[in-house]
């Protein structure tokens, strides 16, 4: 398996405010999977997201990318790690308001060791047009499009998306989880999305249900799922 989660857990707080967010998570998804994970809020979507993301530490258990715990990683290797593995797109763009769409995505083909290239990934996402705009002109689907071009641009092996259609209306919703799949597909990268949505299951490969920190469900579609 290419990322293995075994036996995750991780709280919050002392005594009265003790909250167990994930508690002993085990999860195993293979090189160019797409996996979403479904639940209700609070039920520790975004914190396993983040404990996958190195943002957040675990406190028990481990988490095996490429046969490296990355749980065990120092500070130094911990940067390395998410500069190679990891693109990350939220709810809120997060976009730098006072570059364009270009230059947004130009100051992560900056820190990449091998971008991809820019010009095919902005036709790949429709943004020729809008390359030279700056965010605040753009709607939102324009400006998760460009987002997803930034945390693409390194060609990482994992893109974690957090809520990334939460503030799309459903049509452009549609449009960016059809994106998402093109990338999918044309870069083998492996997609772990956190949603609320119920998305198109033939789109999926595994989809996970998550309630009070536990994994009270997993389908996997074995019908695409890639050879391990
Ligand atoms: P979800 O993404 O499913 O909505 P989260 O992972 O954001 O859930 O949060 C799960 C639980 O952990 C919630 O009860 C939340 O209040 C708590 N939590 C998340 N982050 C922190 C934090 N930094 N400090 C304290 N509690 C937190
Ligand atoms: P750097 O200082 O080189 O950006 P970081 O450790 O901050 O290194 O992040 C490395 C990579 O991890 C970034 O290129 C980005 O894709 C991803 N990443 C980590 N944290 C975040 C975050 N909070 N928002 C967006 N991307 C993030």
Redesign the pocket.
């Known amino acids: 398996m290419f990322l293995t989660i075994k036996n995750v857990s991780k709280s919050?707080?002392k005594d009265a405010s003790y909250?167990k967010?994930l508690d002993g998570v085990d999860i195993s998804i293979a090189s160019g999977e797409r996996c979403i994970i479904l639940?209700p809020?609070?039920?520790?979507?975004?914190?396993l997201l983040n404990v996958i993301g190195g943002l957040d530490e675990v406190e028990s258990g481990e988490i095996i990318i490429d046969d490296v715990d990355i749980t065990k990683l120092n500070d130094k290797k911990l940067v390395e790690y998410r500069r190679e593995y990891l693109g990350f797109i939220f709810q809120f763009y997060n976009l730098v308001p006072n570059l364009t769409v270009r230059e947004n995505i130009m100051v992560c083909e900056n820190l990449a060791k091998k971008p991809l290239d820019i010009r095919e990934l902005i036709k790949i996402l429709g943004l020729e047009e809008h390359q030279y705009k700056f965010p605040s002109q753009l709607s939102g689907g324009q400006q998760q499009r460009c987002a997803i071009a930034r945390a693409i641009i390194k060609n990482p092996k994992i893109l974690l998306c957090d809520e990334p259609t939460g503030a799309l209306d459903s049509k452009t919703a549609k449009d960016i989880l059809i994106l998402l799949e093109n990338i999918n597909k044309n870069y083998g990268t492996t997609i772990i999305m956190?949603t609320h949505n119920t998305p198109i299951k033939d789109m999926m490969d595994r989809v996970i249900h998550i309630k009070n920190g536990k994994i009270s469900n997993e389908y996997v579609n074995k019908a695409v799922l890639p050879a391990v």
Do not use: A, N
């Open positions: 919050y707080g909250t967010v639940g809020s609070g039920s520790g979507k975004s914190t956190v």
